[in-house]
């Protein structure tokens, strides 16, 4: 069982932050007396394995801190309890809308003249509260013209993504946001010398809000609209949520809006919503890391205290009329088909969703719940999963499924119900709650060596209005549900009380899509820099070095006493292990592999059932799995370290005798043929697999080599348990990450040479268990994994030659959507880690974050897409090439200016020393704070070896990106970039594309799904 802080006495106690004790010796005189530092109360909950320090501040801001010293970075959040269902009813999709206007900037932030800024803002603000009143075609198209005009002017003393840039600057990563239905949240990742410096940003940003670029922005989310109506899922959602909530704005309006509000926004509206909401009784800074907490609370009260407290619009939820017979739905669209089951329950905090939360983890856990045994594992339908959505007002508990062959969604419907049944009836182990419950400890354990997990269960706690003592105790309101609880909320909630959707493939007879306006193009300002930029880039900090792997020292290696090789390296911190056999071959050595890995699950042994050794594993809190790729296989297992040694003995005996079983074949075959089909309706497998294959290598390449549909239904049981049997008799190594010694608590007899003691041992013999002792990794994997005295070298793989770009190309597949998703691929030089420095450098100027050249110019300026990328990557493998890869995703119409964009931006870079200044500081701080740590270091290490590297090739960026200058990134982008031969990969509908726009960047080639799937 995981031991974990004793939570039965949980109680919340009040504390000052300490200063200092004085240390000087008697004989120095005093000093006078310092103006006393202000006292900052803060609570802290008995058993907390975060040892949070929550903060109130004056203002009523709630602050969150937990110290994690895994690397000298925080992860920080900046959470507002407004979400979606706060949108007023005719102004839908303001919450989304106005968290992209919170990164453009203030008064201070973004401008270069603010005076002359505003006037022109106030008239565009004016110009749509005018447009969003009219319905006259030509009257709301003449407003609109006057709107870009205004537009235009208005940006010429904006700076584009300075917000961007300054945090940049000071080395933060992740920057993003997201808005949900009860809460809008911002996240950035920032060094831990760089506290003052973000709070000044984020106090700045979250005192007043500036709506610039506010039209280029608004097309950026009309383009996130699209991508929702080209998304199947989402619309099924939407959907079932529709269907759940007729009251309740959960299900009455989405969070990105509708298309009419959207088309009809209100600069008014949102202003109002953010002096309503975005006010410090209404936010919590939530933060995690290299943090100290006395410091940091002071450094949020010096810049956050001055924030004024407001009365906050009190939220009354709908009251839901009950279900009283299930409610049918249906949603059509190009992907394959699936059912979707929704069942409503109460909010978050209430009892009966923490026993949801059970119940769902019986139904579906990964390993040993009832959907995962008795459909998935048993293959009675292609895949099945439930997941819960717990929101402040009310829970939904959603059960998915995709059909097999043949089979209707209503069948696959009545088996996600019958299993309901059985959850209602108690028709389940006793073991199986506990065992739920260890590893939901295990799972949190884990999820808690996570910066940010940590900080992201403080956002939790806070929008769900929780105590954190509360939160903290539900682990143990969750190990106190019994099986009657579990029946008793079962049969309260589950009947004829349902929402199902059936999602079918077809022609969707609602598609719309989002009209483009006509927008000119506005100026980013590259090179200008705010006041208030420059002020607070200024601030001190205190350097941080980097500490780069050193994999000699970080690693012990051995061998076992068979010769096969063991990387090592310990855990420190809790009693969780990962273990792995690493063979250098995969499925282009035999494309049989991949099924066999796939088979495994399916199999049992001679004294367990393939479900029985499941439920066998699910009970020792650990997991095994086994991946093929292209050329690498991965046998895994991972864990409760104090349950190690039974789990490697059980693992080891299903690879030495899996079972074959014909009939779990012959489903599994059937399976793959429908994913198969499937796979042909995706999209994004269309164009990032199939597609991307096809232009590497050929009809011939790693995606189509897979048997055909006459070997698969040759195949027999005994020939794919023959290749998983002699996986361990290829020459392999062993990675472990875990809290054993190599070697512990062996008394060894003098036979066999230890390679880590040199002393004369026979561990071979030792006994797996030993009373008040612990045996270290040496011993049991020498008694327990089984090997032959002499390894089988790995076979030779197949090689996939990759094809010259000798001309430029445009190949296109027909799928139905609204937008059209291009990928510019080039091929560049053979892996060489000289051009590593700079190639990072190019990637985080040009096209790698919301600061980098393509976005700005692509999104903020033009408005041409929400997402829009560029990178020079580096092969993960000697004698590969490197690929250059640019993607943009844009309504159909605006084909032509997002073509032509990307590639005048690949052939003509442009200069922006500012922009590479902070390309230079956001490598070098990213990399002075990195830390490379726990079973990561034995994966740095494998990617290492593969490149022929025997260093951390960080040590060459960090020390070489800082002298280069411009021209040596202009040299880079014209020999590697600028006008190389491409082949343009596109994927959208054939009714919607310019054909005679592609034609310019190549010749242009319809594939088939035929062609480019092999099948």
Known sequence: MLVLPAMAALSLTQCQSSKPAATAAATTPAPAAAPAQKEYKYQTVEGDPLKARIYTLDNGLTVYLSDYKDAPRIQTYVAVRAGSKNDPHTATGLAHYLEHMVFKGTSKLGTQNWAAEQVELAKIEALYEQYRSKTDVAERKRLYHQIDSVSGVAAKYAVANEYDKV???????????????????????????QVEKWAAIQAERFGEMVPRLFHTELEAVYEEKNRTLDSDFSKEYQALNAALYQKHEYGTQTTIGTIEHLQNPSITEIKKYFTQYYVPNNVALTLSGDLDYDQTIRVIDKYFGGLQSKPVPAFTPAQEAPITAPLVKEVKGPDAENVMLGFRFPGTTTPDAVVLRMIDKILTNGQAGLVDLDLNQQQKVLQAATFTDLNNDY???????????????????????AELTKVKKGDFPDWLIPAIINSEKLQRTKSYESNEARAGAFVSAFIARQDWKDYVKQIDDFAKITKADVMRVANQYYGQNYVAVYKRTGQDPNKVKVVKPTITPVPVNRDAASGF??????????????????????IQETKLASGVPVFYTRNTENNLFDLYYVLDMGTNNDPRLGLAADYLQYLGTDKYTAAQLQQEFYKLGCSFGVQSGADRIYVSLSGLDSNFEPAVQLFESLLAKPKPDAEALQNMVAGVLKAR??????????????????????PKNPFTTQLSEKQLKALKPQELTALIQKIPTYEHRVLYYGPRWVIEGDELPAKVKDPMTGKDTNVVKQPITRSGTKLGLYSILNQLHKTPAKLTPVPAAKDFAELPMNSRKVYWVDYNMVQAEIVFLTKGDVYDKALVPTVSLYNEYFGGSMGSIVFQELRESKALAYSAYSGYSNAGKVGRSNYISSYIGTQSDKLPEAMAGMQALLNDMPVAEANLQIAKDAIRNSIATERITKSDILFSYERAKRLGLDYDLRRDVYEQTQNMSFDDLRKFQQAKVKGQNQTILVIGSKDRLNFKELAKYGQVQQLTLKEIFGY
């Open 167 to 193: 945090m940049g600057a000071i080395g933060a990563k992740g920057s993003n946001a997201y808005t949900s239905v009860e809460q809008t949240v911002y996240q950035e990742d920032i060094p831990s010398n």
């Open 395 to 417: 829970s939904t508990h959603v059960l998915y499924a995709t059909p097999r062959q043949g089979q209707k969604l209503e069948q696959v419907r009545d088996l996600l119900l």
């Open 533 to 554: 930029y420059k002020q607070v880039t200024s601030l001190p900090a205190p350097a941080l070095q980097p500490v780069f792997v050193d994999y000699k020292k970080d």
């Open 677 to 698: 089909q499937d796979a042909k309706l995706n999209k994004g497998v269309i164009l990032n697999q199939a597609l991307v294959n096809y232009a590497k290598y050929g």
